[in-house]
Every structure is written in structure tokens, then in C-alpha cells.
T-cell receptor
Framework: SQKIEQNSEALNIQEGKTATLTCNYT??????LQWYRQDPGRGPVFLLL?????KEKRKERLKVTFDTTLKQSLFHITASQPADSATYLC????????FGSGTQLTVLP | DGGITQSPKYLFRKEGQNVTLSCEQN?????MYWYRQDPGQGLRLIYY???????QKGDIAEGYSVSREKKESFPLTVTSAQKNPTAFYLC???????????FGSGTRLTVV
């Protein structure tokens, strides 16, 4: 079955550094990959979408890449801040969205 | 402001009871979705609807039912046939799968 895997359950980094989160997909070829932020007890908030024919997309301090050869997306937060601490979800869409289990990011002051 | 409203925020169900979770959107989105989130498992799709009066089963539809009589509303009923209903339930909407989803704030259901 189609699967989205986020390799790290938790990631701790120092404030000001770049956080890099990994998302891998198997058994299908999503036309889009999406990234969401989720805070405890809240619904996910959409951040970025990247299409399979796009290599990279940026939004402010966020950057997402889509490598169809490696079947992988990388999500970068540059100049990270403690307010960036949250769980980040990757999702791949063919007909519907399939979500990964998320990576909990903690930015240490 | 446009958005999705889920109610109630917390819900307690007794064994053998059916309960209905409400989801309303004012974004004029055609597509609506219900997901279940359990700790460490990410979001799993229960049901989705791409148009009024039509809906499709997702990956874990057993023990759940939905209706889509109005574009704005997509209620989810958790029936007594769902043996492990304790979870965080999220409703979402989108224009199409090619756009990001807008999620509600969720309903936490607990069996007592």
C-alpha cells in the first residue's frame, strides 16, 4: 500500500540553525507533496505544496524539495526559532492525501 | 473569517452508543474529509466527499458513517460497531487535492 515515512520522530536543534526534516514515499508516485505544521491539541496547518515537476519551492524561511529519483522530500526551516517548535507532517497525494506520522521539532533557545 | 468549525471539542461516548461529530465550513470548498489521528500513527482517512450527496470510503471506514446533504456540512457518526473509537478526529476541506487542506481544530472522542 502507498506509504509516507518521516524518518525522525523527534529532532532537536539550536536556535538560529537550519532544521531539515525528511519525508520518503513508497509504493506510489504522488503528484504533490504537502507539508503541514501541527501544534498539540490543534488541527494541522498547511504550509507548502510542491508538485512532482518542481524541484524546489520557498516561502519565507521555509524551503521544500521534491526528488522523484530518491522518492524523497526535504523540508528546511532556516534561522529556526523556538516558536517553530511543533510537529511537522508530510503528506503525499495521488487521488487522496496520505500522511506520514510526523516529526516533532524542538528548537532550543 | 473563512474556516472550518468542528464541534464539540471533547466528546465522551458510552459503550454501545452512536455519537455524531459536527463539521461545518464556510470556504465554499467542494471537497471535505474526515481523518482519525492516534498517537504516533499520523492521520488516517475515514471518509471523503468531493461533491454534495456523494461520498467515498477511506482507509478505515468500518464503524463510521457520513452524510453530505449540504456543501457546508459533513457530519461523521461513530457507531457502536467501531470497537476502538477513542481518538482525535479531524475534519478538513479543500478546493481539490491539488491544493492544501484546511483543517478544523478537532474533536477528541473518549469512550467511558
Amino acid at each position: 500500500s502507498q506509504k509516507i515515512e518521516q524518518n525522525s520522530e523527534a529532532l532537536n536543534i539550536q536556535e538560529g540553525k537550519t532544521a531539515t526534516l525528511t519525508c520518503n514515499y513508497t509504493n506510489y508516485s504522488p503528484a504533490y507533496l504537502q507539508w503541514y505544521r501541527q501544534d498539540p491539541g490543534r488541527g494541522p496547518v498547511f504550509l507548502l505544496l510542491i508538485r512532482e515537476n518542481e524541484k524546489e519551492k520557498r516561502k519565507e524561511r521555509l524551503k521544500v524539495t521534491f526528488d522523484t529519483t530518491l522518492k524523497q522530500s526535504l523540508f528546511h526551516i532556516t534561522a529556526s526559532q523556538p516558536a517553530d517548535s511543533a510537529t511537522y507532517l508530510c503528506a503525499g497525494s495521488a487521488r487522496q492525501l496520505t500522511f506520514g506520522s510526523g516529526t516533532q521539532l524542538t528548537v532550543l533557545p | 473569517d473563512g474556516g472550518i468549525t468542528q464541534s464539540p471539542k471533547y466528546l465522551f461516548r458510552k459503550e454501545g452508543q452512536n455519537v455524531t461529530l459536527s463539521c461545518e465550513q464556510n470556504l465554499n470548498h467542494d471537497a471535505m474529509y474526515w481523518y482519525r489521528q492516534d498517537p504516533g500513527q499520523g492521520l488516517r482517512l475515514i471518509y471523503y466527499s468531493q461533491i454534495v450527496n456523494d461520498f467515498q470510503k477511506g482507509d478505515i471506514a468500518e464503524g463510521y458513517s457520513v452524510s453530505r446533504e449540504k456543501k457546508e456540512s459533513f457530519p461523521l457518526t461513530v457507531t457502536s460497531a467501531q470497537k476502538n473509537p477513542t481518538a482525535f478526529y479531524l475534519c478538513a476541506s479543500s478546493e481539490t487535492v491539488a491544493y492544501g487542506y484546511t483543517f478544523g481544530s478537532g474533536t477528541r472522542l473518549t469512550v467511558v
